[in-house]
């Protein structure tokens, strides 16, 4: 059994970022990582205000939009862990600018941030730790939902997950190691 000390200081001196950090799940893992030491960064599309700010939350909030993942680079340097939980659910919607809307936020955002994360992890040579990537794909992934929109774009990146984590190789995956959370 873990020791109190020792649990309360598991992601000590670790950079956390999280996409939807103001949503239920992002504000639990929040609470949770700087509970037990971590520094987290809220990486959110919507407006920054302080009241974000709060001693459960990220300590820091970086605003970003989809299709400018390329801007968050920088900010993907000093992480060591990268929770990808943002998302849409546009319910019952089924035009086509709701399954539009639920690809290009779901899926294809993603996927770049995937990409953006995983060239930082495997070109930074100066870095001692196992970089992480986690993706939240959804209990959509997995079994039907009642949004088709939703379930389509949680289902797409669920298989880019796992097919890039296939083609990485041995030594890619001493540098990165990319977890798929199917929560339900």
């Known amino acids: 059994m873990e020791s109190k000390s020792t649990s309360k200081e598991l992601w000590k001196n670790y950079n956390i970022g999280i996409t939807g950090a103001n949503g239920s799940l992002g504000k639990a893992l929040s609470r949770k990582f700087r509970g037990q030491g971590a520094r987290v960064v809220g990486l959110t599309h919507g407006e920054i205000s302080t009241k974000q700010t709060t001693q459960e939350g990220p300590q820091e909030w970086v605003q970003w939009q989809c299709g400018q993942e390329d801007a968050l ?47 930082v992890a495997l070109t930074s040579n100066n870095y001692s730790k196992q970089r992480e990537l986690w993706i939240n794909t959804s209990e959509a992934e997995i079994q039907p939902a009642f949004s088709p929109a939703y379930e389509i774009s949680k289902r797409l990146i669920g298989q880019l997950v796992s097919i890039r984590w296939n083609n990485l190789t041995k030594q890619q995956r001493k540098k990165l190691r990319i977890r798929k959370l199917v929560l339900g």
């Open 73 to 119: 680079k920088d900010i993907f340097q000093s992480l060591d862990i990268l929770v990808l939980n943002h998302g849409i659910n546009p319910q019952q919607q089924q035009s086509p600018e709701a399954l539009n809307s639920a690809l290009k936020i779901n899926a294809l955002s993603s996927w770049r941030l995937m990409e953006f994360f995983e060239q």
